[in-house]
T-cell receptor, first 110, second 112 residues
Framework: GQQVMQIPQYQHVQEGEDFTTYCNSS?????IQWYKQRPGGHPVFLIQ?????EVKKQKRLTFQFGEAKKNSSLHITATQTTDVGTYFC??????????FGAGTTVTVRA | EAQVTQNPRYLITVTGKKLTVTCSQN?????MSWYRQDPGLGLRQIYY???????DKGDVPEGYKVSRKEKRNFPLILESPSPNQTSLYFC???????????FGQGTRLTVV
């Protein structure tokens, strides 16, 4: 079945630095979603990408969908303490099931 | 306020004692789903429902049952819980299947 791999599993970032988390699928995706889960909280939807090569920005967050629609990335610039949490990608293939990656847990050093 | 409500939030039970975790949404969403979250494994889908009386297995359905008799409710039933079902469970809903998912607050289940 479809697998979505996410790297790195952990990201320790100095406040003010940039980082990127990557998501790779074993199959071509119809779309990909990104969620953020704060410690002790529930996943909250961030964005959905549908088109090949699509790039979307939300303030300091930049989301990209690969040309082949098999990978995606989330880039955060000038990391802040409010960025702490786990970021999940979730890919949807033709069977319509949403498969989540294992997540990237981000901690920030002040 | 638009929300997905799960109950209970925390539950400790014994092996073999049937339990139900309720999930209700007030957004008139057609799509509902259950996930379990375990360290290092992310969110794995247990069951999903595309509409009333329509349910289907996700990736890890063994040991679970669901029903969708009404649009707003999607309970998760563990007929005979076992320790390997100790996990954090999330219910989610969406307007339809291919849209953003709204998650409940989670239910932390411990089976001893």
């Amino acid at each position: 079945g479809q697998q979505v791999m996410q790297i790195p599993q952990y990201q320790h970032v100095q406040e003010g630095e940039d980082f990127t988390t990557y998501c790779n699928s074993s199959t071509t995706l119809s779309n990909i979603q990104w969620y953020k889960q704060r410690p002790g909280g529930h996943p909250v939807f961030l964005i959905q990408l549908v088109k090949s090569g699509e790039v979307k920005k939300q303030k300091r967050l930049t989301f990209q969908f690969g040309e082949a629609k098999k990978n995606s990335s989330l880039h955060i610039t000038a990391t802040q303490t409010t960025d702490v949490g786990t970021y999940f990608c979730a890919g949807r293939a033709n069977d319509y099931k949403l498969s989540f990656g294992a997540g990237t847990t981000v901690t920030v050093r002040a | 306020e638009a929300q997905v409500t799960q109950n209970p939030r925390y539950l400790i039970t014994v092996t073999g004692k049937k339990l139900t975790v309720t999930c209700s949404q007030n957004m008139n969403h057609e799509y509902m789903s259950w996930y379990r979250q375990d360290p290092g494994l992310g969110l794995r889908q247990i069951y999903y429902s595309m509409n009333v009386e329509v349910t289907d297995k996700g990736d890890v359905p063994e040991g679970y049952k669901v029903s969708r008799k009404e649009k707003r409710n999607f309970p998760l039933i563990l007929e005979s819980p076992s320790p390997n079902q100790t996990s954090l469970y999330f219910c989610a809903s969406g307007r339809v299947m291919n849209t953003e998912a709204f998650f409940g607050q989670g239910t932390r289940l411990t089976v001893v």
